[in-house]
């Protein structure tokens, strides 16, 4: 059974970090790739992050570049999300997702957007930057 198990959300005060995992079953990270999608209370779903195993190419949505990182250990077959300089507007529940390979050609922000289509929604973990 494919799983997608999320954790390391929690409270945290602007300016802070976390960093979150999400631990694939079922699959190897290989083929696939894996996204970050959040959606903050009254507001739409976002895409916030990809990577591919094809190539390890990295995706982020322009509000985080520069403060989130993301990064995959195939040994723990898990993906993780660094996110440094926090702000309030990261507040909302971050899902990790499924997609398929390969990437179309287009730009960075449609290929995180595509994030929204992506499978295997898991549980999400709540993300609050509050002071």
């Known amino acids: 059974q494919v799983q997608l198990v999320v954790s390391g959300g929690g409270l945290v005060q602007p300016g802070g970090s976390l960093r979150l995992s999400c631990a694939a079953s079922g699959f190897t990270l290989d083929h696939s790739v894996i996204g970050w999608v959040r959606q903050a209370p009254g507001k739409e779903r976002e895409g916030v992050s990809c990577i591919s195993s094809s190539d390890d190419s990295t995706y982020y949505t322009y509000s985080v570049k520069g403060r989130f990182t993301i990064s995959r250990d195939n040994a723990k077959n898990t993906v993780y999300l660094q996110m440094n300089s926090l702000k309030p507007e990261d507040t909302a529940v971050y899902y990790c997702?499924?997609?398929?390979?390969?990437?179309?050609?287009?730009?960075?922000?449609?290929?995180?957007?595509?994030?929204?289509?992506?499978?295997?929604w898991g549980r999400g973990t709540q993300v609050t930057v509050s002071s």
């Open positions: 997702v499924r997609g398929p390979l390969p990437l179309p050609k287009v730009t960075e922000q449609e290929i995180v957007n595509l994030t929204l289509g992506f499978g295997n």
